[in-house]
């Protein structure tokens, strides 16, 4: 059953269309994920089927008697009431209704004997059909259900009485979510609700959008949060949207088809524009008015084929390694029973963790629990904690800051980066800046002129091409689109420095991170794999039955936690031993090859002490390149 449909809707702000001649239906329970790039017209879309925004031609049409939720992305309440008394501000008419019941059993229960007993039935009549209305609204279940969905954002129940007026502002948006889930909509527009989530949080949410009965259209730059939640994804560019089945992995499969085809149907049309207009060319230099009479004929066809756009550039961006100006050792960071305490409220709580040169690690775990703590501790830049950071030899740190105070504002784009890389030529610099998608005019922009994701991006890259060898990252993709996103990822993965970063963006995670830290009030625990694989181990470790986990001591529990400890240290360990072995081996492959060239030279065949030297010496790096590769092979087959 279609519930709701666009045909042919379109809006201009002042003279320039933002979107043109749009149609689509969604039917009921059918999720959907809107997409697209910053300012392709999606939240003005959101404002037109919210009635909040007149089209400027088209028709909107919404099953009747459906109650519609909008939740906006930085919407803010002002109140002076706790949070749990905000959520019942929803459940005004069940309250009520519970205090007409209760003075209602008062009154039936204060009658006596002598009392009219036909005013009593009627009471007992009242009483029974309020009853029955209570029930069917779930007066015995809401502040159950209102528990539930403030702990499934992220709210403990210490933090129920809290008054909104002194929440941080990512708390107060939650509250605002919460809302709009107790309200029971019909149908829900949720522009960015994965915004101020942790993982938990979003997880739960989740599942809180595949159960929900009702149609759901949701705006968001969470691809993993997408996967797991939509089965249709609308995409808005150039205007116009284009509906695909699916859900945002099947999309990005079908774009990528589409994009070769479109890419390799251009190229044709350019040879084939190329090759009339050179016949032309020639039928004019001929000079004959039969050759003439042919060149016009030509022009007037080849004027009417349909001419055809280029496909985005920013989709055949050639992928580009990033290495470091100076190579750090193989140790990057070691982290010792790491705590930190504000007041008494204590942050971290012996934290241990170890980075080594090329690793690309991911610090997750709940609001509040200390991640940018530990980013800024390990920066140097707060200085007032318990325990030890060891930096390696060599490592030099470079922090990414989601604020970006390490441009200046008043530099254009391509200047921020060329004062810092005075060595490179213009076409180096133009290169690197196509990468991070600033061609043409975007190149000569002012940086006080440009987006956040503008600015991430450029942050990046000056961030890249420095000294740095040690990125630090604090939730680098927040506020991102997905192409920004996609470019983040694609140089991080080409990046051959080491990265330490807090994200709770799972598809980044995946894509991009060989290991995760977990971060809870008891330390830091270490999975060696993407998300995916973390996801998967916790899994593994919580499906143990309860039968077995009540029989089990609090000791027999620690220890199998140790253990599993143990067992990713050795993992660890006999990965680091293999990375250094193969180091070894090439540096004695290499000074075999250069024994073995100095032997064949010329210059060497008169010289009968320095082939001697040279053969013992060639004879001595065999003999250890052979047991150097005998370990190596013991390790692996381990």
């Not at 449909?5 to 039917?27: G, L, P, R, W």
């Not at 939740?71 to 005004?92: A, G, H, R, V």
């Not at 610099?429 to 196509?434: D, E, G, Q, T, Y």
């Amino acid at each position: 059953m279609i519930v709701l449909s666009c045909n042919n809707v379109s809006k201009a702000y002042v003279v320039e269309n933002v979107i043109e001649n749009i149609s689509f239906t969604v039917d009921d329970n059918e999720k959907v994920g809107l997409i697209g790039l910053n300012g392709a017209g999606k939240t003005t879309l959101f404002n037109i089927l919210t009635q909040n925004l007149e089209p400027d031609s088209g028709e909107i049409y919404m099953a009747k008697g459906r109650k519609l939720g909008y939740l906006k992305q930085n919407t803010t309440i002002e109140s002076n009431m706790s949070i749990m008394e905000e959520m019942l501000t929803i459940f005004d008419e069940i309250i009520k209704l519970e205090e007409k019941l209760y003075h209602l059993s008062n009154e039936i229960s204060s009658f006596t004997e002598d009392d009219d007993p036909e005013e009593l039935e009627d009471l007992m009549g009242t009483y029974s059909k309020l009853s029955e209305q209570f029930v069917e609204s779930d007066g015995y279940g809401f502040k159950s259900t209102i528990k539930g969905v403030l702990k499934g954002l992220g709210f403990s129940e210490g933090e129920f009485d809290k008054p909104i007026n002194i929440l941080s502002g990512g708390q107060k948006s939650r509250v605002m979510l919460a809302k709009l889930l107790l309200e029971k909509a019909d149908m829900l527009l949720l522009d960015e609700p994965t915004n101020h989530l942790d993982i938990e949080a979003i997880s739960w949410l989740e599942k809180y959008i595949k159960d929900f009965k009702g149609a759901v259209i949701i705006i968001s730059h969470d691809r993993y949060f997408l996967d797991n939640t939509v089965n249709r994804i609308f995409l808005m560019e150039n205007k116009s949207l284009t509906a695909y089945n699916g859900n945002y992995s099947e999309f990005m499969k079908k774009r990528k088809i589409e994009l070769e085809q479109a890419t390799k149907q251009y190229d044709e049309y350019e040879k084939e524009i190329e090759r009339q207009e050179e016949m032309i060319r020639r039928l004019h230099a001929y000079g004959s008015k039969r050759n003439i009479r042919q060149a016009f004929s030509r022009q007037k066809a080849l004027d009417k084929i349909k001419k055809l756009d280029k496909p985005s550039v920013e989709n055949r961006r050639v992928k580009l390694r990033f290495t470091p100006k100076i190579k750090s050792g193989r140790d990057v960071l070691s982290v010792n029973n790491v705590s930190m305490s504000f007041n008494s409220h204590q942050v971290l709580k012996n934290v241990n963790l170890n980075v080594y040169k090329g690793e690309k690690v991911g610090i997750i775990g709940p609001n509040g629990i200390g991640k940018s703590t530990l980013l800024k501790i390990i920066a140097d830049i707060i200085k007032d904690y318990a325990g030890e950071v060891t930096l390696g030899h060599y490592v030099y740190i470079g922090y990414y800051d989601q604020e970006q105070t390490n441009l200046d504002n008043e530099n254009t784009v391509i200047d921020e980066i060329w004062d810092e890389n005075p060595t490179l030529n213009y076409y180096d610099i133009r290169k690197f800046l196509a990468q991070f998608l600033f061609n043409g005019d975007n190149m000569y922009k002012i940086i006080a002129d440009l987006s956040g994701g503008e600015k991430g991006r450029l942050s990046l890259l000056k961030l890249m091409t420095s000294n740095a060898n040690f990125l630090l990252m604090d939730e680098p993709t927040n506020h991102l689109d997905i192409d920004s996103k996609e470019v983040l990822e694609d140089s991080l993965i080409n990046y051959e420095g080491t990265i330490l970063v807090v994200s709770h963006d799972r598809y980044f995670l995946n894509k991009v991170v060989d290991k995760i830290y977990d971060l809870s009030e008891d330390g830091a625990f270490e999975y060696l794999g993407n998300y995916d694989y973390y996801v998967q181990k916790k899994a593994e470790l919580n499906e143990t039955d309860d039968d077995e986990t009540i029989s089990k001591t609090k000791t027999q529990i620690n220890a199998e936690k140790k253990k599993e400890r143990e067992i990713i240290r050795d993992r660890q360990q006999r990965e680091k031993a293999i990375r250094e072995l193969e180091e070894q081996i090439l540096l004695h492959e290499n000074e075999i090859h250069e024994l073995e060239n100095k032997l064949c030279q010329p210059s060497t065949y008169n010289d009968k002490f320095l082939i001697i030297n040279l053969n013992e010496k060639l004879n001595i790096s065999k003999e250890k390149l052979q047991n150097l590769y005998s370990q190596w092979e013991e390790i692996l087959e381990n």
